[in-house]
């Protein structure tokens, strides 16, 4: 409800002596509700709506924007890891390794090991094979 009632207010635009927007507004854009929309799918084991939101909004950034970049393909890992797409879910955690060897983000490290645990019980040779070249990073 929090996620909507915060998209109708920042969609909604102010009359002439109407309600002004919230203070927070001027730093939220609709890109980051819907990866916010997304994290919350992911949290609740809904990765059919999660995907399509993650992948559409990863497809507006631009690389400039590698810490945020790193983080939400993180969920989209895990949401990818959860409809049983495991060899995705590995190609996005190699982007994310990948994207964010030069960050120095404490955060950014700790999600890429949620997403190369999350990956750990799945078969699959791209999963082997990822575990293989960055499994010390779990050990960190």
Not at 43 to 60: F, K, N
Not at 61 to 86: F, G, I, K, Q
Not at 100 to 105: E, G, N, P
Request: aromatic fraction near 6%.
């Amino acid at each position: 409800r929090a996620l909507g009632q915060a998209h109708d207010a920042l969609s909604s635009e102010s009359p002439e002596g109407g309600e002004r927007p919230p203070a927070w507004a001027y730093w939220v854009s609709t890109a980051e509700l819907e990866v916010m929309d997304a994290r919350v799918f992911t949290e609740l084991l809904r990765p059919l709506r999660a995907v399509p939101l993650l992948t559409d909004v990863l497809g507006r950034y631009d690389a400039t924007h590698a810490r945020e970049l790193a983080l939400y393909r993180s969920w989209l890992a895990v949401a990818l890891a959860d409809a049983n797409e495991p060899e995705q879910a590995a190609a996005e955690a190699q982007r994310i390794i990948e994207s964010s060897a030069a960050l120095s983000s404490d955060r950014t490290a700790a999600r890429t090991r949620v997403v190369l645990e999350r990956l750990r019980p799945f078969p699959v040779p791209e999963v082997r094979a990822l575990l293989d070249q960055h499994g010390h990073l779990l050990l960190t």
